[in-house]
């Protein structure tokens, strides 16, 4: 059984196809990464997968069971998470309610009225010291660097256990040393079970921390396989640098 895949997925804005027939697989237990130029359909993929947008034709599955058409609360349920090229946290909230608000079952004003406490609250500040943020738990996540959100939001993904998960862009707007232990995380994190999808344009990042590369051009996949043999792919270098 393949543990996750797409079969001629599709969609359509207007007359342009964003994403055209694209048959994707990833294995279980691999750091995979979705690369391709500007507007090849990379992220337009991930809305689709996460329900987030629906897809005009097309399967996903995942684990073996289809996961296309159900909201983004139903694909999460199903163990599959996702970042954000842009993050989406709640600025005013601070860094430690952050860190509940996917567990919980009641509304963010409910968690505003309670005190932050149980069982959650303690798992959520094994995740803050895992990624340095403990010192700033009662911070508002906005005024975390864009670094220290991102860390933040992957940090909230995992409390919610996600056995598969998207990451879009993490290294973007971030700097090296930060993008250090980003990539540092992942790799802990994929040793102890979590699968990776990434989609990146850094390449040297890509090319160092994944085992597995897809390449996009206009919303068709063009290429698949290790980083060494897309490196050298010539449909792969046409698509970046232009016939």
């Known amino acids: 059984m393949t543990y996750f895949s797409t079969y001629s997925l599709s969609r359509s804005f207007g007359g342009v196809r964003a994403v055209n027939d694209a048959t994707v697989e990833i294995e279980q237990g691999k750091i995979s990464a ?16 996460t329900g987030m947008i629906t897809a005009d034709a097309g399967k996903v599955l995942f684990k073996g069971s289809s996961i296309g058409g159900l909201k983004p609360h139903q694909v999460a ?82 409390m919610s256990e996600p056995e598969l998960v998207l990451l879009d862009e993490p290294a973007g707007g971030v700097n090296p040393v930060m993008i250090q232990r980003i990539s540092g995380l992942v790799r802990e994190l994929n ?6 999808f990434i989609v990146e344009h850094n390449m040297p990042l890509v090319m160092d921390l ?34």
Not at 191 to 196: A, D, I, V
Request: net charge neutral; charged share 20%; hydrophobic share 45%.
């Open 77 to 158: 349920l199903r163990g599959v998470g996702r970042t954000f090229q842009i993050t989406r946290l709640f600025r005013e909230m601070t860094v430690l309610e952050n860190m509940l608000v996917p567990v919980r079952r009641f509304g963010v004003r409910e968690l505003l009225k309670d005190a932050v406490g149980g069982s959650e609250a303690a798992r959520a500040m094994l995740w803050l010291d895992r990624v340095g943020l403990t010192k700033l738990q009662g911070e508002p996540a906005a005024n975390l660097s864009y670094g220290q959100q991102k860390l933040l939001e992957l940090a909230s993904l995992m």
């Open 191 to 196: 040793s102890e079970g979590t699968t990776f």
């Open 34 to 49: 979705l690369i391709g130029p500007n507007g090849s359909g990379k992220t337009t993929f991930f809305n689709l997968v």
């Open 210 to 243: 994944c085992d597995h590369v897809v390449v996009f051009d206009a919303g068709i996949p063009i290429a698949k396989g290790t980083p060494d043999v897309i490196r050298d792919d010539p449909k792969v270098i046409e698509a970046y640098l232009g016939g």
